[in-house]
């Protein structure tokens, strides 16, 4: 199975800050990887997938990159609505594997 | 939009079974492939398994491989998770969640339900 590890598992930024969340799979999945936020007591958000697509309805300031075995997620210019679980997720092959999850808090 | 409301969530017991329902709307539920993602008591997200448009192709996780089976109905609009000798780690918050774009197998999860709670415990 391919292994999706994220870091930072945790951290703490201010509204407007520009925060980067990093997935590295265990093997190259191109860029089969999909980002979602999750807020306390809600479902998954989806928000990007390929790598790099916007979800439509997602807002600019979310960005996506890479392809292999090496992501990020950018988040520009912090919201307060931003705060939240954040996910990658693999689909190269099955079974689908997520990361473990990186929380974003407000310092 | 579309929509999905999980329901048959419950207590269970050890080695005991439960079958979950996603009643699907607000889209052409047969042209899309489903999957199932759990959530256990504050830890992150596991895909559980997954289903193609017309259910001729079932995918699933390690850890449930044999003891669970996906399936729909494209006529009633709903997909079911049947699960059999039930676990303490099959403990989690059920999510029913539907495939963007593919009819053939779910690679990534736009809509997804509020969730159905399964606790097996004695």
């Known amino acids: 199975d391919i292994q999706m590890t994220q870091s930072p598992s945790s951290v703490a930024a201010s509204v407007g800050d520009r925060v980067t969340i990093t997935c590295r799979a265990s093997q190259d999945i191109g860029t089969w990887l999909a980002w979602y936020q999750q807020k306390p007591g809600k479902a998954p958000k989806f928000l990007i997938y390929?790598?790099?697509s916007l979800q439509s309805g997602v807002p600019s300031r979310f960005s996506g990159s890479g392809s292999g075995t090496d992501f990020t997620l950018t988040i520009n210019s912090l919201q307060p609505e931003d705060f939240a679980t954040y996910y990658c997720q693999h689909s190269k092959t099955f079974p689908i594997t997520f990361g473990q999850g990186t929380r974003l808090e407000i310092k | 939009e579309g929509q999905l409301l999980e329901s048959g969530g419950g207590l269970a017991q050890p080695g005991g079974s439960l079958r979950l329902s996603c009643a699907a709307s607000g889209f052409t539920f047969s042209d899309y492939a489903m999957g199932w993602v759990r959530q256990a008591p504050g830890k992150g997200l596991e895909w559980v398994s997954g289903i193609s448009a017309s259910g001729g192709s079932t995918y699933y996780g390690d850890s449930v491989t044999g003891r669970f089976t996906i399936s729909r109905d494209n006529y009633k609009n709903t997909l079911y998770l049947q699960m059999n000798s039930l676990r303490a780690d099959d403990t989690a918050l059920y999510y029913c969640a539907k495939e963007p774009w593919s009819e053939d197998a779910p690679d990534a999860f736009d809509i997804w339900g509020q969730g159905t709670m399964v606790t097996v415990s004695s």
């Open positions: 390929t790598a790099s």
